[in-house]
């Protein structure tokens, strides 16, 4: 079967290995929320995120309503991530944690710079949506690239939007 050429294969793995690095700070935040008693919904600082998604979208070519929906399942994924470790840790009937990240200091900055980062992996992806086999590629990288934490699921929401776009 067809495949993409290398240089949309590589702007593939550069989307995906972000998407796992955001997936990454969820432990995080589920620590540092586990400690405060913060709720895992944080609709205000989702909508403070999605007003500058919907700037650097534009400046950046990507389409507003794809790069919502994205930036939606990622906060869904994370989600997901957070609401598994407090389930898991409640039935462990874990403490607190000894030294948890501060969520507005340490672990809310790592996200805000991940973001303009997978903007602009967004464009790429807007793009190479139409190119022949990116699906296949997107699929079979998916897979290897991106953490199957808790069953692959946080993975599959995550992905969604570009499956979503993805010629096969
Ligand atoms: C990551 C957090 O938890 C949730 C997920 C968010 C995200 O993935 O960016 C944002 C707000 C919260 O609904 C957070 O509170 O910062």
């Known amino acids: ?11 593939i793995d550069r989307m ?10 969820a432990p995080l935040v589920a620590q540092s929320k586990w400690n405060s008693g913060a709720p895992i919904e ?18 950046a070519g990507v389409d507003d309503a794809f790069a919502r929906r994205f930036f939606d399942k990622q906060f869904e994924a994370s989600k997901q991530v957070q609401r598994r470790l ?22 809310r900055p790592v996200l805000d710079r991940l973001t303009p980062q997978l903007i602009e992996a967004l464009a790429d992806m807007q793009r190479i949506a139409e190119v022949e086999g990116a699906g296949r590629y997107l699929e079979q990288r998916a897979a290897e690239l991106i953490q199957d934490d808790f ?13 979503e776009r993805f010629a096969p």
């Open 16 to 25: 995906l290995v972000l998407i796992d690095e955001r997936l990454d700070v």
């Open 42 to 59: 944080a609709p205000e600082r989702e909508a403070q995120i999605l007003d500058q998604v919907a700037e650097d979208a534009e400046a």
């Open 86 to 107: 407090h389930h898991q840790w409640l039935q462990e009937g874990r403490s607190t944690f000894a030294d948890p990240p501060d969520l507005a200091e340490e672990v």
């Open 151 to 163: 069953d692959g699921e946080p993975r599959d929401v995550a992905i969604a939007p570009l499956r």
């Open 1 to 11: 079967p067809p495949e993409p050429p290398d240089e949309d294969k590589a702007a």
